[in-house]
């Protein structure tokens, strides 16, 4: 299923594509429902830049999901390959829930929309091959299988807009806006 997208933050290219990049730990505390970012691998290859950052869920898993859904589970790996000469992030998200089921991936684009502006383009993928999930039936796992995705991509849209947000909010009180 496809996953998209875009966002107009009132700063220039390159201090929003330098803030995703480099300052994302300090963002976390504006995102709703983000616990905080753990910087695990940062590799520097010219203008190259490869991230492993940790995400933790700041929510409660839910009464009915407790049985299988586990704390810890609320916590994805973001492995970025960050490209400055492109302004651009290639991206792949590693779920600690069912990741053998779970595959998601795309890419941000950084684009200049005037001198004080930036448009965040994101664009993914997420499949999710509940066959791999134990306790879905076969039978049900091909019918059902891109409804679970539509929903999933329904729940996630939204909070990527809130980073773009929560991005600028960090920007707007670094600048003392």
Avoid at 53 to 70: G, H, T
Avoid at 135 to 149: D, K, M, N, R, Y
Wanted: overall charge positive; charged content about 30%; aromatic content about 10%.
């Amino acid at each position: 299923m496809e996953i998209k997208s875009e966002s107009l933050i009132a700063y220039p290219r390159d201090v929003v594509y330098r803030a995703y990049r480099d300052r994302l730990p300090e963002v976390a505390k504006y995102i709703p429902d983000v616990k905080q970012i753990i910087i695990h691998k940062r590799l520097e290859e010219g203008k190259v830049l490869r991230l492993h950052n940790e995400w933790v869920s700041e929510r409660d898993v839910p009464a009915f999901a407790q049985k299988f859904l586990k704390p810890e589970m609320l916590r994805w790996d973001d492995f970025a390959t960050w490209d400055e000469a492109a302004w651009a992030c290639d991206w792949r998200i590693k779920t600690r829930a069912f990741t053998d089921a779970v595959s998601c991936g795309g890419r941000n684009l950084f684009v200049e929309a005037g001198p004080r502006s930036t448009r965040v383009i994101l664009s993914g993928e997420l499949k999710i091959a509940l066959k791999e999930i134990p306790g879905v039936p076969g039978f049900l796992a091909s019918t059902i299988g891109p409804q679970v995705e539509k929903f999933i991509v329904s729940l996630i849209t939204p909070n990527l807009v809130k980073v773009n947000e929560s991005l600028g909010k960090f920007l707007d009180e670094q600048a003392g806006r």
